[in-house]
């Protein structure tokens, strides 16, 4: 792993497959997993790439936006635009931390830098398109794990929070 301050942590949300998206949406409504989105990243910049910001469809308030992508030409308004992932890191190396937020691409760029996991596993599979990268569990620890049910749907998910095994 490459040692890069400040902390770079993912945050994401999986079916038992490590399915996160399909057709640019998110395949499962869980309500404490977005108050739980919420509560993370708030006050932290958030990496996304292009398509996962044209999903959520509006900037998120109290968090700098940010959105990774290869189109040089790409301009939004209040966002910031990166064409590449340390750049950005160093731009906003004044946080402790700085949260990637999706999607699949972005996640697999950032896996090799990221200290911290924060990880929602449904405990079902759903139907998609897009996958986050599996990940080897020799290079990671359970440091917190707290078991959840959304009874209107009965769905079992898990909140997780994986560090990376020092080297």
């Not at 079916?15 to 509560?39: A, C, Q, V």
């Not at 790409?74 to 590449?84: L, P, T």
């Amino acid at each position: 792993m490459k040692n890069i301050q400040p902390i770079i942590s993912i945050i994401v949300a999986v079916d038992s497959n490590n399915l996160i998206g399909n057709k640019n949406t998110i395949p499962w409504e869980i309500p404490g997993e977005l108050k739980r989105f919420r509560n993370i990243t708030m006050g932290k910049p958030i990496i996304m790439g292009r398509k996962t910001h044209d999903s959520i469809g509006v900037v998120l308030d109290g968090r700098e936006n940010i959105i990774l992508t290869r189109n040089k030409n790409y301009k939004k308004n209040d966002v910031h635009v990166y064409n590449n992932f340390l750049e950005c890191v160093k731009k906003f190396n004044s946080y402790p931390e700085i949260m990637v937020i999706g999607g699949s691409e972005i996640y697999n760029l950032a896996l090799p830098f990221t200290q911290k996991i924060y990880l929602t596993k449904i405990k079902d599979e759903y139907t998609g398109d897009t996958w986050f990268p599996a990940l080897n569990e020799s290079e990671w620890n359970i440091v917190e794990q707290e078991n959840k049910n959304y009874k209107e749907k009965d769905i079992n998910y898990s909140f997780l929070i994986l560090e990376r095994v020092n080297e």
